[in-house]
């Protein structure tokens, strides 16, 4: 979590508060706002107990953690137990494929597609054994982003309707385990310090947003080496779903656009993803101008990494580069990718170094590198590049 200096308990009566004015009285320059004096015996209050945290905590020596919040979402299913139909999940030998299965709805993102998806995350940062984890779709789009009859059903739901799930055609086929302790526990937290924080200025604490951020820096954070196979266009979240992975195959058929813009509103919380892939130059044509991409265009933009003319000859790219990764120790695969979420956009400075360096002890003291370096002393191959990584019998996503 942030540290947060003055989120502190407050004592009881530690603050004199004038009720507000019923009207603003003419020429009121406030306009009836309401007024809060700080006794001495408050300011010191507060001034005793930042201090006391900082002696505590001391928040200068935490060094940069990359590493993903889990305690944010209650999984129903595992990988062993998979139950879900509008996000499948398919496992083979040390490889995953999670695949959208909304086609008649171009895969719009709602409650099953967020539920399934979040199992998924879940399940792959609990299966270190899965070294790489694919994400496509089937259809003839990847992803049309948010679906707008959820925003329907909600605007249904504050007119006193009843709607079921969030309004859209969905198979609703599992039903959610209850909020463990920690989890309710975790989330409240969450809440207060969004609210601290100043969050959600404009209205109350929307628990819905900041699960949406929290799915995003869990995909963004797993533990593989992260490939999306795009089976056609991706608009609004869909194209977050993309820049959430490390490397991107896309159709030739293939458009991205970031639209919101033009109703007014921003994908803000997606927007640190496809900074992170674009940059900040090609992220401010790509947002205000809502550009629709080709695939080709998007490779220019650092979005997708290669086009291919159909999903059969993106399937056979994927399998060329599990081969490649299979010769990469798992564990360094996931500190690398640590290694560059902790340390990109931070300054040239000791946090920086001190992480750098405690990353470097880290790896070289594990047992994949004294097994590393054994193999190469002894020029054998590594005991983790004997493992062929795929699927028996290879998921035919988007050949049919």
């Known amino acids: 979590a942030d540290w947060a200096p003055f989120a ?13 004015p019923s009207s603003a009285a003419p020429g009121d320059k406030d306009g009836g706002q309401t007024t809060v004096f700080l006794e001495k015996e408050d300011i010191d209050y507060i001034s005793a107990e930042v201090l006391k945290r900082m002696d505590a905590e001391k928040p200068w020596n935490v060094p940069l953690r990359p590493e993903p919040d889990l305690k944010w979402h209650t999984p129903t299913c595992t990988a062993e137990d998979w139950r879900h139909k509008d996000v499948l999940f398919e496992v083979g030998n040390g490889a995953a494929m999670v695949i959208f299965n909304r086609p008649n709805e171009n895969n719009t993102l709602q409650d099953t597609i967020g539920f399934g998806l979040n199992d998924a995350l879940y399940a792959l940062h ?5 070294r790489v984890a694919i994400f496509t779709a089937e259809g003839r789009m990847y992803s049309a ?41 975790a ?20 628990m819905g947003q900041l699960c949406a951020a929290k799915q995003w820096h869990t995909w963004y954070t797993l533990p593989q080496f992260t490939i999306c196979l795009v089976n056609g266009s991706a608009m609004g979240g869909g ?16 458009y991205f656009v970031l639209s919101e ?9 997606i927007s640190p993803y496809v900074i992170a892939k674009i940059g900040t130059s090609n992220a401010k044509r790509f ?65 920086l170094q001190h992480y750098t360096c405690r990353m470097q002890a880290s790896a070289a003291d594990g047992e994949e590198a004294k097994a590393g370096l054994r193999a190469e002393a002894d020029k054998v191959p590594a005991p983790w590049a004997a493992a062929e990584l795929g699927f028996d019998t290879w998921p035919s996503v988007g050949m049919k």
């Open 261 to 269: 813009v033009k109703i007014g509103v921003i994908p803000a919380t």
């Open 287 to 351: 947002f205000c101008a809502a550009e629709n991409l080709t695939a080709t265009r998007a490779m220019d933009y650092g979005i997708v990494d290669e086009v291919v003319e159909n999903m059969k000859e993106g399937h056979a790219r994927v399998q060329e580069i599990l081969k490649q990764i299979s010769a990469s120790g798992p564990r360094a695969v996931e500190k690398y990718k640590q290694l560059v979420s902790g340390t990109s956009g931070v300054a040239m400075g000791k946090a």
């Open 126 to 130: 609990a299966r270190k054994d899965i």
């Open 145 to 185: 982003g948010g679906d707008p009859k959820s925003w329907q059903s909600n605007a249904a739901r504050l007119r006193g309707e009843h709607v079921e799930g969030d309004g859209t055609v969905a198979n609703r086929c599992v039903e959610p385990k209850p909020m463990t302790d920690d989890v309710v526990k």
């Open 8 to 20: 502190v308990d407050e004592p009881a009566q530690a603050v004199a508060e004038v009720a507000k």
């Open 239 to 254: 194209v977050g779903c993309v820049c959430c992975c490390d490397y991107v195959i896309a159709v030739k058929k293939a």
């Open 187 to 206: 989330s409240e937290a969450l809440q207060l310090r969004a609210y601290h924080a100043d969050a959600f200025k404009f209205g109350p604490v929307s």
